[in-house]
C-alpha cells in the first residue's frame, strides 16, 4: 500500500504560492489514483520547506479530495500545547471524519534558534510522552481522576457532543507516532498506537526499531496488533539520469544544513557546478543515494525489496526534487506502473 509525504519543498526562484498550489493538485492526484494516505511535515526557518502548520494545510485540502486520508506526518508535539493541537484536530475531524491522521514526532524541525523561540524552555524533549498523554486526554476528554485538566474540554470534541446531547463523533483522527530512532518505537509500541518510521533521514536501526516496535507492542482500544508504515524519498523518470539529476538538489540541501546554511533547494545545474571536496562529494553523493531514484521499474522494485526487509504495511514515498513537476510525475508512473485507478 502506498501514501504520500509533501515537504512543501520550495526551489530557488520559486515562490511559495506556486508551492501551495501544486500541492493542492498533487493531493487531488493522490487521492484520484488510490493513493492511501496524503500527509505534510512541520517545518520552520527554512527556504526549501514552506509548510510550518501542516494542519492549516490539511484543512485547505478536505475540501480538495474525497477518499484519501489527510494528516500531518507530523506535528513536532514539543513545539506546540497539546489542547490547542486537540482543537484542531477537533475541527478537522468534523470536516472531514474519518479522513484524518495525526503524526506525532519530537524533533524541532529546524534549527537550535527557532526551536528555542518555539519551544521556550530546553526540556521540551523530555516531556513528549507527558505531552502525548495530555493530548490523549483532551482528545477523548478521558483524564484520570483529580487531573487537573479533567474540566478543560477540547472544542469541538466529545464533551461538546455531549453537552449538546447528540452521539460522539463516530470516527476520530487517527495518532501515530513517528520517528527515525528505536525511542520512538519504545513509545508507539507502549501506547499501541501505529508507528511510522522516516527512513529518508537515515538510518542503520530500522530493523531494530520495527523488530522493537512489534515484540513490545500492547494491543489498545485503538489497534489490536502493530501496524507500521516506513517512508522513503522516491523520484521516478523515464530517463533515470533526470531522477538521479533531481534527487542532488535535496542532498544538496542538507549538505547545506551540515555547513550552518540555510536549507534551500538549489537547481541540479548549480549542484553540479558546486566546487565540492572530497568529504562534500561523499555528502551529497550519500544523500542523493538516500533517495530512490530511477525509472518507474526500478523504483518499484527498491519500494518491494525495501517491504520484504521492514515488514511494514505502508510504504510512504517522500515526494522530492527541485521541480513540483517531478513530485507529480513520480506519483503518476508509479500509479500507472501497479494499474493503479485513474478515477
Known amino acids: 500500500m502506498l501514501s504520500v509525504l509533501d515537504n512543501a519543498f520550495t526551489g530557488v526562484g520559486h515562490q511559495v504560492t506556486e508551492t501551495y498550489g501544486e500541492i493542492i493538485s498533487l493531493a487531488k492526484l493522490a487521492d484520484r489514483r488510490g493513493f492511501r494516505r496524503f500527509w505534510m511535515s512541520e517545518h520552520h526557518a527554512m527556504p526549501g520547506a514552506a509548510i510550518p502548520s501542516p494542519l492549516l494545510m490539511a484543512a485547505r485540502l478536505t475540501g480538495e479530495t474525497e477518499r484519501i486520508r489527510l494528516g500531518a506526518g507530523g506535528i513536532m508535539l514539543p513545539n506546540h500545547v497539546p489542547l490547542g493541537v486537540a482543537e484542531q484536530v477537533g475541527m478537522l475531524n468534523a470536516l472531514a471524519p ?8 519530537r524533533a524541532p524541525g529546524t534549527d537550535g534558534a527557532t526551536a528555542a523561540a518555539l519551544r521556550r524552555h530546553s526540556s521540551a524533549n523530555e516531556e513528549f510522552p ?26 469541538p470534541g466529545p464533551w461538546q457532543a455531549d453537552e449538546n446531547r447528540v452521539p460522539r463523533p ?58 507500521s508504515l516506513v517512508s522513503i524519498g ?20 542538507m549538505l547545506r544544513m551540515f555547513q550552518r546554511k540555510p536549507f534551500a533547494l538549489l537547481p541540479p545545474e548549480e549542484v553540479a557546478a558546486y566546487p565540492a ?11 542523493t ?24 504495511d505502508e510504504v510512504m514515498l517522500v515526494v522530492g526534487g527541485y521541480l513540483r513537476s517531478t513530485q507529480a510525475h513520480t506519483l503518476e508512473l508509479l500509479a500507472d506502473h501497479y494499474g493503479m485507478p485513474a478515477v
Request: proline share 5%; charged share 20%.
Open 277 to 287: 571536496n572530497f568529504q562534500e562529494r561523499q555528502v551529497l553523493q550519500d544523500y
Open 289 to 312: 543515494d538516500r533517495t530512490i531514484h530511477g525509472t518507474a521499474g526500478e523504483v518499484a522494485a527498491a519500494l518491494e525489496d525495501l517491504q520484504r526487509r521492514t515488514g511494514v
Open 130 to 155: 507527558e505531552q502525548i498523554a495530555e493530548l490523549f486526554g483532551f482528545l477523548g476528554h478521558d483524564w484520570p481522576e483529580g487531573h487537573p485538566y479533567a474540566d478543560v474540554p477540547a472544542v
Open 234 to 253: 522516491a523520484i521516478a523518470d523515464e530517463d533515470p539520469e533526470e531522477a538521479r539529476r533531481q534527487a542532488t538538489s535535496t542532498a544538496m540541501a
Open 98 to 105: 474519518g479522513h484524518i491522521d495525526l503524526g506525532l514526532g
Open 170 to 227: 463516530a470516527a476520530s483522527a487517527d495518532v501515530w507516532i513517528l520517528g527515525s530512532l528505536v525511542y520512538s518505537a519504545q513509545v508507539a509500541a507502549r501506547l499501541g498506537r501505529p508507528y511510522a518510521f522516516a527512513l529518508q533521514f537515515g538510518s542503520a536501526d530500522i530493523l531494530n526499531a520495527m523488530r522493537i516496535y512489534r515484540e513490545n507492542f500492547r494491543p489498545s482500544v485503538y489497534l489490536d496488533q502493530p501496524y
